[in-house]
């Protein structure tokens, strides 16, 4: 929610000074899975998260950080794909045919 909020603020302040009305403002996708992170860190080791957040803060991107992200976003996708195939297979009856080759007199 705070995310959203800050995204509206922050995108109200640069529409009425960029001169660019249209253009869209939004968290991308690795943000999103590394605030999603911290966040269920934080509550697992019982922390506060708006504190903990502000002594995280990531201040340099190298190209590291980027292959990071893209990678932790493509196992992310790949999990939830096997995960929703083993749900099918367990929520589905799948008939399995043994056919044998072979000559029948």
Same mark, same amino acid.
């Given at each position: 929610?705070?995310?959203?909020?800050?995204?509206?603020?922050?995108?109200?302040? =640069?529409?009425?000074?960029?001169?660019?009305?249209?253009?869209?403002?939004?968290?991308?996708?690795?943000?999103? @899975?590394?605030?999603?992170?911290?966040?269920?860190?934080?509550a697992t080791?019982?922390?506060?998260?708006?504190?903990?957040?502000?002594?995280?803060? @990531?201040? =340099?991107?190298?190209?590291?950080?980027?292959?990071?992200?893209?990678?932790?976003i493509? @196992?992310?996708?790949? =999990?939830?794909?096997?995960?929703?195939?083993?749900?099918?297979?367990?929520?589905?009856?799948?008939?399995?045919?043994?056919?044998?080759?072979?000559?029948?007199?």
């Amino acid at each position: 929610m705070e995310n959203l909020f800050g995204g509206a603020i922050c995108g109200v302040i =640069y529409h009425l000074f960029s001169g660019q009305p249209l253009t869209i403002i939004g968290s991308t996708g690795p943000v999103l @899975v590394f605030e999603t992170i911290v966040f269920d860190l934080c509550a697992t080791i019982n922390f506060n998260y708006l504190s903990f957040r502000f002594w995280i803060h @990531v201040s =340099y991107i190298t190209r590291f950080t980027e292959e990071s992200f893209a990678t932790l976003i493509a @196992v992310i996708f790949i =999990y939830e794909a096997i995960m929703k195939l083993a749900k099918i297979r367990t929520q589905l009856d799948i008939i399995e045919y043994n056919r044998s080759v072979g000559c029948y007199k």
